[in-house]
């Protein structure tokens, strides 16, 4: 097993308090994780696996307690289930494939009702949702924006950084994750959005209502990353950890040079968490080092830095913990609860 080696500037972590992931227990084992979400009110740990169609559950302590939906197309059921929220008694899971919102008992995990989004001439994606309305995301070529219906609320700049293409019978749509274009997060409740965008050499923090006000907008003391050689070859390696088979490195390349554009900029975020009590966990590579900040998007504030051995990475925390992922010398993925002091 690993051993996990953390230095935290302003933080302090203590012992491990809940673990989940198991080689030998279906109910724990844990396939490429690429989010996890907390319910603020109970503490249970949703986690999002690629290529699932069901988002298992876990109490705080790691224990698995439930399943929420299941692989389809009906209701209920997710292609790709992406993103998570609360609301009241219930909770809504959003689906990029299905392009729809799906509601949850948030105590039973029951499944209610589903919202499928209409059809646009442009590729339009369920965002976040509230007690009475939704924002949903729309990607033309240059521009996302969010709109409530037909009501447009803001408008960013993007790069066209996201690739799709079939490959081992399985069709794979990777972004690439050193892109200066925003990086657009709904809040855990639905009423607020987090944009973090590039403003070199640093980053930018800005905090907006569902009516497109703005909350707060703020330069943060957080350096993007610069895009090496080092950056690159590790973006190689996780791509292929990604592929259904096994492919050598200069087909992954091909794959990567083919189907996925390259940043335009130098610098960009590798990747952006967000967690309990709306905190901001970014992840970025300087001098070598991988580096996670923890940022309250309440005000702005700074609240510590995590440097993690290479291949670990924050998936959820708030002020009291941090839920990092990690792999053993087998490739076993796991996710760890560290409590913060």
Same mark, same amino acid.
Not at 32 to 39: T, W
């Given at each position: 097993?690993?051993?996990?080696?953390?230095?935290?500037?302003?933080?302090?972590?203590?012992?491990?308090?809940?673990?989940?992931?198991?080689?030998?227990?279906?109910?724990?084992?844990? #396939?490429?994780?690429?989010?996890?979400?907390?319910?603020?009110?109970?503490?249970?740990?949703?986690?999002?696996?690629?290529?699932?169609?069901?988002?298992?559950?876990?109490?705080?302590?790691?224990?698995?307690?439930?399943?929420?939906?299941?692989?389809?197309?009906?209701?209920?059921?997710?292609?790709?289930?992406?993103?998570?929220?609360?609301?009241?008694? $219930?909770?809504?899971?959003?689906?990029?494939?299905?392009?729809?919102?799906?509601?949850?008992?948030?105590?039973?995990?029951? #499944?209610?009702?589903?919202?499928?989004?209409?059809?646009?001439?442009?590729?339009?994606?369920?965002?976040?949702?509230?007690?009475?309305?939704?924002?949903?995301?729309?990607?033309?070529?240059?521009?996302?924006?969010?709109?409530?219906?037909?009501?447009?609320?803001?408008?960013?700049?993007?790069?066209?950084?996201?690739?799709?293409?079939?490959?081992?019978?399985?069709?794979?749509?990777?972004?690439?994750?050193?892109?200066?274009?925003?990086?657009?997060?709904?809040?855990?409740?639905?009423?607020?959005?987090?944009?973090?965008?590039?403003?070199?050499?640093?980053?930018?923090?800005?905090?907006?209502?569902?009516?497109?006000?703005?909350?707060?907008?703020?330069? /943060?003391?957080? *350096?993007?990353?610069?895009?090496?050689?080092?950056?690159?070859?590790?973006?190689?390696?996780?791509?292929?950890?990604?592929?259904?088979?096994?492919?050598?490195?200069?087909?992954?390349?091909?794959?990567? #040079? *083919?189907?996925?554009?390259?940043?335009?900029?130098? #610098?960009?975020?590798?990747?952006?968490?967000?967690?309990?009590?709306?905190?901001?966990?970014?992840?970025?590579?300087?001098?070598?080092?991988?580096?996670?900040?923890?940022?309250?998007?309440?005000?702005?504030? /700074?609240?510590?830095?995590?440097?993690?051995? $290479?291949?670990?990475?924050?998936?959820?925390?708030?002020?009291?913990?941090?839920?990092?992922?990690?792999?053993?010398?087998?490739?076993?993925?796991?996710?760890?609860?560290?409590?913060?002091?």
């Amino acid at each position: 097993m690993l051993t996990i080696a953390l230095v935290l500037a302003q933080l302090q972590l203590g012992a491990p308090s809940a673990r989940i992931g198991s080689v030998d227990d279906d109910q724990q084992a844990l #396939h490429r994780v690429n989010r996890v979400v907390e319910d603020p009110a109970g503490g249970r740990v949703f986690v999002f696996q690629q290529g699932s169609g069901e988002v298992p559950v876990f109490d705080a302590i790691g224990a698995r307690v439930g399943t929420v939906g299941r692989r389809g197309g009906g209701p209920g059921e997710f292609a790709a289930p992406a993103n998570i929220g609360f609301a009241g008694a $219930e909770l809504w899971v959003t689906d990029l494939s299905l392009r729809k919102f799906s509601y949850f008992d948030r105590q039973s995990l029951e #499944h209610r009702r589903d919202l499928v989004l209409p059809t646009t001439d442009n590729r339009t994606t369920p965002f976040t949702i509230s007690r009475d309305r939704s924002v949903v995301t729309e990607r033309t070529t240059d521009r996302w924006l969010w709109r409530q219906g037909d009501r447009p609320l803001a408008s960013y700049a993007a790069e066209l950084d996201v690739g799709g293409f079939s490959y081992g019978g399985r069709n794979i749509t990777f972004r690439q994750p050193f892109s200066s274009s925003p990086r657009l997060l709904p809040t855990l409740d639905g009423q607020n959005i987090i944009v973090l965008t590039v403003d070199e050499p640093r980053l930018r923090v800005t905090r907006l209502t569902l009516d497109g006000d703005t909350i707060l907008d703020r330069q /943060l003391p957080v *350096e993007a990353t610069q895009v090496t050689g080092e950056i690159v070859d590790g973006w190689v390696e996780d791509f292929a950890r990604r592929l259904s088979v096994p492919a050598s490195r200069s087909t992954v390349e091909r794959l990567l #040079h *083919e189907n996925v554009v390259r940043p335009a900029t130098t #610098h960009g975020v590798h990747s952006v968490v967000i967690g309990v009590d709306d905190v901001l966990w970014v992840g970025s590579t300087l001098g070598g080092s991988n580096i996670w900040r923890a940022i309250d998007t309440m005000n702005g504030t /700074l609240l510590g830095t995590l440097r993690l051995p $290479e291949g670990q990475s924050v998936k959820s925390g708030g002020h009291s913990h941090v839920w990092i992922l990690s792999r053993d010398e087998l490739d076993i993925e796991y996710l760890t609860r560290y409590l913060v002091r």
